[in-house]
């Protein structure tokens, strides 16, 4: 004969609310956390999944903690808890990649050239930047690459619209006259 696990939730008394209410429970999990572990790995692919695995079924051992009767059956309901929660994880999961013969290539965009050639430019273009001086080089890349208007700009740098002006200009003047840039235009 054997001896229920659990008995019915409408006998089970309020679970605990205060972290520590049970003892017993958290001298359990020091003392089989290593083997409950090594169970949760072979639901899984990796350790990370099995860390949260095993604190998903743990959680849901702890809920139920005092409805557990037989303390010894204990790691038999805890293994139980990592395999629905595994099968409820897999059921649930999205499969958003298809194998097929081929692999897709995205169509290119018109005017999209080569992405070498990107990212040659890009990396050009911050070389050029770079050698720019500091506050023209702020101005530039606040301006530009941040996408902040020229009020928002200045007022950033606490400088005035003007300044950011003359000083964007002249940075665009440099960047128009730097070698590396001419080659990849």
């Known amino acids: 004969m054997t001896t229920p696990v659990c008995t019915s939730a409408s006998t089970a008394a309020a679970p605990a609310t205060r972290t ?4 017993s429970f ?6 089989r956390r290593p083997v409950l572990l090594r169970t949760a790995r072979t639901l899984t692919a990796n350790a990370n999944d099995a860390e949260d695995l095993l604190q998903t079924a743990l959680a849901k051992t702890y809920v139920a903690w005092e409805r557990i009767e037989d303390h010894r ?4 309901y ?3 808890a990592l395999v629905n929660t595994r099968t409820s994880q897999w ?3 999205k499969v958003d990649e298809f194998a097929t013969d081929e692999l897709p290539e995205p169509d290119p965009l018109p005017g999209e050239g080569d992405p070498a050639e990107r990212q040659a430019l890009h990396d050009a273009m911050w070389r050029a930047v770079m050698k720019l001086p500091a506050r023209q080089r702020a101005m ?13 700009t200045a007022e950033v740098l606490g ?20 070698p590396e840039l ?3 235009r």
């Open 20 to 23: 520590g209410a049970y003892p």
């Open 26 to 31: 958290s001298s359990y999990v020091r003392a």
């Open 73 to 76: 059956a204990l790691d038999g």
């Open 78 to 80: 805890v293994r139980r």
């Open 91 to 93: 059921r649930k999961r």
């Open 140 to 152: 530039v890349v606040l301006r530009y690459y941040e996408d902040l208007s020229e009020a928002q």
């Open 159 to 178: 400088v005035s619209v003007g300044t950011v002006k003359s000083a964007v200009s002249r940075a665009l003047g440099k960047l128009r006259e730097d």
């Open 182 to 184: 001419g080659l990849v």
